[in-house]
Nanobody, 126 residues
Framework: QVQLVESGGGSVQAGGSLRLSCAASGYTVSSRCMGWFRQAPGNEREGVAGISAGGGTTYYADSVKGRFTISRDNAKNTVYLQMNSLKPEDTAMYYC???????????????????WGQGTQVTVSS
């Protein structure tokens, strides 16, 4: 049974940083595509960052490029999202997703992912 558990969310002021973690069980994070998504109230869930299996190609939404970094620790079976220079518009519930296939160019597409965590809240105040 695949389980994804996110942690690391919280409240920060604009310009601050947070690091989110997604610990996986029943699934090997290095073997498939992993992604981070976010959803603000009243909005669709949107792709923020993705990382492919193997070589670890990374993908980012334009809104977070240069500020967020996705990475993977295979030994800990955990995927991270380092978020720097946070803005109030980054406020959302953040979800980790795990795919069952390679993601190719679809790492930021919600339909790519089969498994989801419960989410962790990020709130950025101005």
């Amino acid at each position: 049974q695949v389980q994804l558990v996110e942690s690391g969310g919280g409240s920060v002021q604009a310009g601050g940083s947070l690091r989110l973690s997604c610990a996986a069980s029943g699934y090997t994070v290095s073997s498939r595509c992993m992604g981070w998504f976010r959803q603000a109230p009243g909005n669709e869930r949107e792709g923020v960052a993705g990382i492919s299996a193997g070589g670890g190609t990374t993908y980012y939404a334009d809104s977070v490029k240069g500020r967020f970094t996705i990475s993977r620790d295979n030994a800990k079976n955990t995927v991270y999202l380092q978020m720097n220079s946070l803005k109030p518009e980054d406020t959302a519930m953040y979800y980790c997703g795990a795919a069952v296939f390679q993601c190719g160019g679809y790492a930021l597409s919600r339909s790519t992912y089969t498994y989801w965590g419960q989410g962790t809240q990020v709130t950025v105040s101005s």
